[in-house]
Nanobody, 123 residues
Framework: QERLVESGGGWGNPGGSLRLSCAASGFTINSYYMSWHRQAPGKGPEWLSTINTGGGVTRYADSVKGRFTVSRDNAKNTVYLQMNSLKPEDTALYYC????????????????WGQGTQVTVSS
């Protein structure tokens, strides 16, 4: 069974850091672009970042550019999201997804989603 399982969420202080992980099972990520998303309370889903198969090309939403860094370890079948300079508005459920098709620009189609890990930023 193909699965994505996120971990690493929790409480963070404003200005602090958290590192999220997305562990894949049932398939190998090295053939896929992977992405991170979030959904804040009362808001719609927001795409955050996508990383290509080799990890050399990354894309970010303006809201997290310069603060968040996506990376991957294909040997560990895991994708990461390093989140620095956290803000209260980063509070959300964070989840990863497998890209099934690149549509151009920052538009993608996805065919597998994780359940998410909650991040709360508060002093």
């Amino acid at each position: 069974q193909e699965r994505l399982v996120e971990s690493g969420g929790g409480w963070g202080n404003p200005g602090g850091s958290l590192r999220l992980s997305c562990a894949a099972s049932g398939f190998t990520i090295n053939s896929y672009y992977m992405s991170w998303h979030r959904q804040a309370p009362g808001k719609g889903p927001e795409w955050l970042s996508t990383i290509n198969t080799g990890g050399g090309v990354t894309r970010y939403a303006d809201s997290v550019k310069g603060r968040f860094t996506v990376s991957r370890d294909n040997a560990k079948n895991t994708v990461y999201l390093q989140m620095n300079s956290l803000k209260p508005e980063d509070t959300a459920l964070y989840y990863c997804a497998r890209v099934s098709k690149a549509l151009g620009g920052d538009d993608y189609e996805y065919d597998l989603w994780g359940q998410g890990t909650q991040v709360t930023v508060s002093s």
